[in-house]
């Protein structure tokens, strides 16, 4: 038996009869709060929630990098329950989406519950005692009947396998730990990556930099932005007429719905949206590009729109025609102290190395980022590697009782994070109600029940994009090392949604210390 493991079971079962939370909470990002805010309104209040940082609002307290935002309509991007009437653009910037966060946690009263710059190193259950263990990083332990875990997934940065990188004497920095007293102006930048994080960066970069350039492996599917200030006058409407807000939410969900969810989880029925969608980014681009159509071939994806997550920006492919501004697609060779060698032998001199090669997503000690270890000592990381990420709607692992992932395998919902989280939460307090309505102390999945839903997941898998538009050269973060694409979920908002309600608690096993 693992040494740790042994030492924290030990440590919880001489520490009380009882555990000291009945709910622990991993993480004061959106997810966290949402699991917090529904436990409150069930009145089952004996929880906490920890979080690694100082704050919350998880992504949205992290990321500072110049020109964030979100990249769906902010309509979309907030909780059905909390719309926000004061959104100052219709893609709102990263600040307010950081202070919306800040708001809902004072709003419904869960800055109590909140135990900052509090990271978890492992978590352990103990079938003697059907609780779990909690080691902190102080090296203290705390005891919980439930965890929810709502660590996200764009957590660990990661850094490009790049030979010399870490012989660069000048500026290096990732986007996900962006210095905002970082000053640009008249310095040479290169930015390795092209993904959504980029998109919003590089034009922003290209307002002050001396020169820039951008290092593309695979170019991105970029569509129109229909982004603009919101004017106070409808601000003022939202407040007074909720009803108009709630309308003007459907409208953009119904938009982000067929766009970035209905093309690619039902490609074989709908190759056409993915044609069409294709066609609206060439035309963005060529629309921004009109005197550069030596750049149209190398700007244009070769794999298929949703892919990997498609964005939108109505500046970013213009920023190629400044002089200023080069886009490489020379294999880079290594990074030498003064800058970038390409494999045709060409250095670049920069002062700045800007990384925006995105975060460690579906792989071990990542997701989730610290160890936790099941019914039978089992270790999830560990099980995952071993059998393929799966998870009972994305929420549940078999051997894994009393333990809920706010985002875990296919469960993503291309839209909004929001729905996802709202889903998953919602599933997660009905089986912990459903568990003190049965004086239960233990909730387990069925494995014939989870086995049956992984099944249709592969099945459904097979109708996506992922499988049938030349995605394998996308290198895209959907993808895992065995080829399945565990990140987004193959249904829509409305069915994810309809089933977190409506999944019969009698899937899951209830049973009490004393069975």
């Known amino acids: 038996m693992n040494v740790a493991y042994k030492e924290a079971i030990e440590k919880g079962v001489k520490q009380a009869a009882n ?49 964030i935002a979100v990249d769906i309509s902010s309509f979309t991007y907030s909780f059905s329950f909390e719309q926000n009437p004061n959104w100052s653009r219709v893609f709102s910037p990263g600040d307010d989406l950081h202070n919306y966060t800040k708001r809902i946690a004072a709003k419904y009263g869960l800055y109590p519950y909140f135990r900052f710059n509090t990271s978890v190193v492992s978590a352990i259950f103990d079938k003697a005692t059907h609780m779990w263990t909690v ?9 919980a009947r439930q965890i929810i875990s709502a660590t996200g997934a764009l957590i660990e940065t990661k850094d490009p396998i790049i030979p010399g990188l870490d012989s660069f004497k000048g500026i290096k920095i990732h986007t996900g730990h962006w210095d905002t007293s970082l000053d640009l102006k008249g310095k040479r930048v290169a930015i390795i990556g092209t ?21 593309q492996r695979t170019p991105i599917w970029v569509l129109k932005k229909p982004d603009g200030d919101i004017p106070p006058i409808l601000k003022s409407a939202f407040r007074n007429i909720p009803l108009l807000q709630r309308g003007t939410r459907l409208a953009t969900d119904v938009f982000s719905e067929v766009v970035m969810v209905i093309s690619a989880i039902y490609y074989k029925q709908f190759p056409w949206l993915v044609a069409w969608a294709e066609r609206a980014g060439v035309s963005n681009m060529e629309q921004q590009l009109p005197d550069r159509q030596d750049l149209w ?87 995952w590697e071993r059998e393929r990420f799966q998870a009972y709607e994305g929420v549940s692992v078999p051997n894994f009782p009393n333990f809920y992932n706010v985002l875990g395998p296919y469960s993503l919902l291309g839209t909004s994070y929001f729905k ?17 309505k049965r004086n239960a102390t233990c909730v387990e999945i069925r494995q014939d029940v989870h086995d049956a839903y992984f099944q249709d997941i592969i099945k459904r898998q097979q109708n996506t994009i992922f499988f049938n538009h030349n995605c394998g050269t996308a290198n895209s973060y959907y993808f895992d090392v065995n080829g399945d694409a565990p990140m987004l979920r193959p249904s829509t908002s409305v069915e994810s949604l309809w089933r977190a309600k409506h999944f019969s608690l009698n899937n899951y096993v209830y049973s009490d210390l004393k069975k």
């Open 135 to 143: 080691e902190l990083g102080d090296g203290s332990y705390m005891t």
């Open 297 to 383: 071939d190398t700007l244009t994806p070769k794999y298929g729109f949703s892919c990997k997550r498609p964005t939108f920006s109505n500046e970013y492919f213009s920023v190629f025609a400044e002089e200023h501004v080069d886009l490489v697609t020379t294999p880079i060779e290594k990074i030498e102290e003064k800058g970038v060698v390409t494999t045709d032998g060409n250095l670049r001199e920069i002062d700045i190395l800007v990384l925006a090669t995105g975060y460690r997503v579906f792989e071990k000690g990542n997701f989730p980022p610290y160890t936790i270890f099941g019914r039978d000592g089992d270790e999830l990381g560990d099980f």
């Open 19 to 67: 555990p000291d939370y009945e709910t622990v909470i991993i993480g004061a990002g959106i997810s966290g709060m949402a699991a917090g805010i529904k436990l409150i309104k069930e009145d089952m209040t004996s929880f906490v929630i920890v979080e690694r940082a100082s704050g919350v609002g998880g992504t949205w307290r992290d990321n500072r990098y110049p020109g």
């Open 195 to 215: 993904g959504a994080t980029a998109v919003q960066m590089i034009p922003e970069l290209a307002r002050e930099v001396g020169r820039l350039d951008v290092y």
């Open 420 to 436: 996802t989280v709202e889903g998953n939460t919602t599933h997660a307090i009905r089986c912990i109600k459903e568990a003190k």
